[in-house]
């Protein structure tokens, strides 16, 4: 280590300590521990664009322990992404640099980080695709590392160790984990809570291993090097580190974790590390162009990885094909999809396996996999087509999760992080609320991901109320920028797969039932585009309605059968299968859909009530399900709970007959 190597660090950790203090909030004690294997992966091994942060073929870093974020915005700042008073805004409304990393707010930052677990198992994410894209485009145009700095919490959470198994069942080699141990967390040693043999366990999941002291640069360097030269196995680093490393006073405190120091500690520990004790965000210019020493380099890796990828172009008619369906924005016209006319009935997520298929012949680009559920999810026939994914094959498309869906949800991101694949990823909705907070991580950062869904009521069955999702559909409805579809046959089903295709900067829940259902007259084409709209017209017995019934899913057929039995009634159905697209369009076509002045709307959906209200109005009446499913086979369930056409006629009837015939108002 030299003494700028030094000085640098030390610099690293005063910004750290300075901008939390600043904030009078933030983590300072963990970002502290973790400055020099962080430091040392920036200066000596990170290959990058100093002009472009997004370019495409750069070294992945994703900060796993997200609460250490002063260090990455340190580290930012050398690089020149950022600036001194971008960190001197640390946690402040409207600043580039929020308590956590945020993808898309801040250039260099590779991935929204926070919710512990999720950011190594983003990292995995990008290491499957960076290996996907150099099999197919070649290791000429993709070839890269992927870095990740975890922490202790990291890796106490599942979701991390489920994602270690599968990078390691893949041989992920170019995978890169730095695992900060500094014994301490926010409620005190580590020990009070976990005596895990990480080194042992990360070996059983098929990684490399290699134990240093997380402060030596040399050993550091040597380890990274070493990882780098491996080719069968993805490398985890334990660095033996000290919490609030080169304080003043304060090393080893687990209350530094998530309280900044003390004024009088910060100037104490600036002294120590010998620099200026009362300058604050203090940034040599020796220390910002040594850091930068190697631009020249990392533009003249650039230069010449434009110059092959260039000449591959103007070479290569297949090479030139898959890069710009690799680097380009996804429109769908141009998809062809199976022909469900002549079909009598089919469920959804059988008509969505055709469809996937279908797809996987036409892209690429299309990748991913199920929970262990192929023949129940229907992503078999994707999976003949586009081969396994395997240590051995990495061309194919098709990734065996097993029955880990909170990994699962969590590696797709990270697929759609590194750019130039379309993800998706399968299982139950049961199941949704194991992979909710990646969902919610898929939403926030929007990125163009398919979670798909099936089994989607208490049609499940046999399989009873365990399996029989109730609250999930709207509760998945609840969560920001996620476009939920719920499809009424296999036509709306090919309108919802081109729709969370076209929708290139936010996720998709693609919502499936299990029983077979009929197939919408109407042509393909007029549904296609009216899924993406959101909500429309299926079925009236009058220009003027008096009744509106909105549906989703297997509900549509319901409610166009309970309309048919109510020919003493103006009756519109109204096909909703996303709520998302009907908020996006114009007032205009919303009202021509669900006219204001019509004021008797039910809405039907065999799930909970709460949040149709927003449609049904104040004289609505939702006709939901409230209460836990039970085990019997599907069609003595929808008699039992009175979701037949008959109860559903009847029971519209008696509300809104006295309304209806004008003797009440």
Not at 146 to 174: I, M
Not at 197 to 216: A, C, L, R
Not at 236 to 247: D, Q
Not at 323 to 337: C, F, N
């Amino acid at each position: 280590m030299t003494e700028l190597d030094k000085k640098t660090a030390s610099v690293i950790r005063a910004l750290i300590l300075d901008g939390t203090r600043k904030a009078n909030s933030g983590h300072p004690g963990g970002a502290l521990s973790s400055t020099d294997m962080a430091y040392v992966v920036y200066k000596h091994f990170l290959k990058y664009n100093p002009k472009n942060p997004l370019w495409i073929n750069r070294d992945r870093f994703v900060l796993s322990a997200g609460h250490e974020s002063m260090l990455l915005y340190s580290l930012l700042t050398l690089q020149g992404f950022i600036s001194v008073e971008d960190l001197k805004n640390f946690r402040q409304l409207g600043s580039i640099t929020p308590g956590h990393p945020e993808y898309g707010l801040t250039d260099g930052v590779d991935a929204t980080t926070g919710p512990l677990g999720q950011g190594f198992s983003m990292a995995v994410g990008m290491a499957v695709a960076e290996t996907m894209l150099s099999a197919k485009l070649g290791g000429d145009a993709v070839n890269h590392f992927t870095f990740t700095l975890a922490g202790d919490g990291d890796l106490q959470e599942p979701v991390a160790l489920g994602a270690a198994s599968l990078a390691g069942h893949w041989g992920l080699s170019k995978l890169i984990a730095l695992y900060d141990k500094n014994n301490a967390q926010i409620s005190g040693p580590t020990s009070r809570a976990d005596d895990t043999d990480i080194k042992e366990v990360f070996e059983g999941f098929g990684w490399n291993t290699i134990e240093i002291d997380g402060h030596n640069h040399d050993e550091i360097i040597d380890a990274i090097k070493q990882a780098q030269s491996q080719n069968e196995k993805p490398t985890l680093i334990i660095g033996h580190t000290i919490m609030a490393k080169g304080t003043a006073t304060r090393e080893g405190d687990h209350t530094t974790h998530g309280s900044p120091l003390p004024p009088e500690e910060i100037a104490a520990t600036k002294e120590k590390l010998g620099l200026p004790k009362d300058q604050f965000f203090y940034l040599p210019d020796d220390v910002v162009n040594y850091f930068r020493n190697n631009f020249d380099e990392l533009n003249d890796n650039v230069n010449d990885w434009n110059k092959r990828v260039n000449d591959k172009i103007e070479s290569d008619e297949e090479f030139k094909k898959l890069w710009e369906e690799a680097t380009s924005e996804y429109i769908s016209d141009d998809l062809e999809t199976p022909d469900f006319s002549a079909a009598d009935k089919i469920a959804t997520r059988a008509a969505f396996g055709k469809i996937l298929a279908k797809f996987g012949e036409q892209m690429q680009t299309l990748v991913g996999g199920s929970a262990d559920l192929e023949p129940s999810n229907s992503t078999k026939a994707f999976a003949d087509i586009a081969g396994e994914y395997t240590k051995d094959n990495r061309s194919g498309r098709n990734l065996s999760f097993g029955v880990r869906e909170f990994p699962m949800a969590a590696i797709v991101n990270g697929i759609a992080l590194h750019g130039g694949l379309k993800p998706f990823g399968a299982t139950f909705l049961v199941f949704a609320d194991y992979e909710r907070a990646a969902i919610r991580l898929s939403a926030m950062q929007h990125l163009h991901v398919l979670h798909v869904l099936t089994h989607d009521s208490f049609y499940v069955g046999e399989d009873g109320p365990t399996h029989q999702p109730v609250e999930h559909i709207q509760s998945l409805r609840l969560i920001p920028n996620l476009l939920v579809f719920r499809p009424a046959d296999a036509k709306e089903t090919a309108g919802a797969m081109k729709a969370a295709l076209d929708a290139n900067n936010r996720p998709s829940a693609l919502i499936l039932t299990r029983q077979g259902l009929p197939v919408l007259e109407l042509p393909e084409d007029e549904i296609i585009a009216n899924v993406k709209k959101g909500a429309y017209v299926i079925y009236q017995n009058s220009e003027e309605p008096e009744i509106i019934l909105i549906a989703t899913g297997s509900e549509v057929h319901l409610a166009i059968a309970a309309a048919k039995k109510m020919d003493d009634f103006k009756v519109r159905v109204v096909s909703m299968p996303s709520m998302e697209l009907f908020e996006a369009q114009s007032e205009e076509y919303k009202n021509s859909v669900l006219p204001k002045n019509i004021r008797y709307r039910v809405a039907v959906e065999a799930g909970v009530s709460l949040g149709w209200q927003k449609y049904t109005g104040l004289d609505g009446w939702v006709f939901g399900f409230d209460r836990f499913g039970e085990s019997a086979p599907y069609q003595d369930l929808e008699k039992a709970f009175g979701f037949t056409p008959d109860n559903l006629a009847e029971q519209v009837k008696a509300r809104y007959k006295k309304f209806i015939d004008g003797s009440q108002s």
